[in-house]
């Protein structure tokens, strides 16, 4: 199979993704103290708000009851879950600067190595550049090019949950996108009935004591809103683009954009110190995305 180059407008949504995936990150960043029971407030108010398009999308062809088709929605919705416990278990035991970038830079590795084999999309020169042009960026701008961050107290564990956050992200992505490209899954179906698995999975958090949950989520329920509907658009979005024909080996390190993103969101908007091997490793970044476009 010959790679073939996305669509401008694929690609453009990809690109929007990484914005809104970078905005829900900040709002999340606040309401991190909550632990798994905003997460669980986010997904029942993702399901209420998306229900009416995926019920539309399911009724006029987006999905079909086939078995292939129901353990692939059950399966995305787990991996999503386990994905979101070990990012948070990660940031719990070790320094956001190690599990973070170790995550986000081998998440789009794994994916496009995955792609090549369970996909066959076929790597070109300047993919396979862009692809590592995109890593190392990813790297600088979460590190500040400190390698030493691997060393720190909590450094060996931020890698294992880092590691295996990312094999998380790989999983989820190529399961997505085989849903989308080859079971012919509408996005929006797609990402609901995760969300369904997800909610009823951490249901028993509010079950056993409601009370506690709501305290809990006391003062971020305007933050829960938010990230209940940008996250789950941020993704649909990038479905959409793999519907459209955009190779997995391009859209998944082309998401992660959204680091970039939170960089120069925390530069102008936190007044966070960004230094200049950040500024590089976002350039180096947007190199990584254009030779993908390209590809």
């Known amino acids: 199979m010959t790679l073939v180059p996305a669509s401008t407008f694929a690609l453009s949504l990809v690109v929007l993704a990484a ?130 961050a691997f060393r720190a107290p909590g450094g060996l564990a931020g890698l294992r949950w880092g590691l295996a956050t990312g094999l998380l992200i790989a999983s989820y992505t190529i399961l997505d996108a ?31 004591a409601p009370r506690t949950a709501l305290a809990a989520m006391r003062g971020v329920w305007g933050l829960a809103v938010g990230v209940a509907v940008l996250a789950p658009l941020a993704y649909i979005l990038v479905l959409v683009a793999l519907g459209l024909g955009a190779p997995l080996s391009v859209v998944a390190p082309m998401r992660e954009m959204s680091m970039m993103i939170g960089a120069l969101m925390g530069l102008f908007l936190l007044k966070e110190t960004v230094v200049p091997v950040q500024l590089f490793g976002c350039a180096l970044l947007i190199a990584g995305v254009i030779l993908l476009s390209a590809a």
């Open 178 to 208: 085989y849903g989308v490209k080859t079971l012919a899954i509408a996005p929006v179906v797609l990402d609901w009935f995760g969300m369904l698995v997800r909610l009823f999975m951490l249901a028993p958090l509010t079950i056993r």
């Open 19 to 148: 914005l809104m995936h970078a905005t829900w990150n900040l709002l999340a960043k606040r309401a991190a103290h909550v632990g798994p029971v905003f997460l669980l407030a986010t997904n029942f108010m993702s399901c209420l708000l998306y229900a009416p398009w995926a019920f539309r999308e399911a009724t006029h062809g987006g999905v079909n009851g086939s078995w292939p088709v129901l353990l692939c929605l059950v399966a995305s919705g787990v991996l999503h879950l386990a994905y979101s416990l070990a990012l948070q278990r990660g940031y719990q035991v070790a320094p956001f600067s190690v599990v973070y970038p170790v995550a986000r830079g081998t998440g789009p590795l794994l994916s496009s190595l995955g792609a090549f084999v369970v996909l066959r999309e076929v790597p070109t020169q300047s993919g396979i550049a862009g692809l590592a042009a995109v890593v190392i960026g990813i790297l600088l701008i979460a590190t500040q090019g400190r390698l030493a």
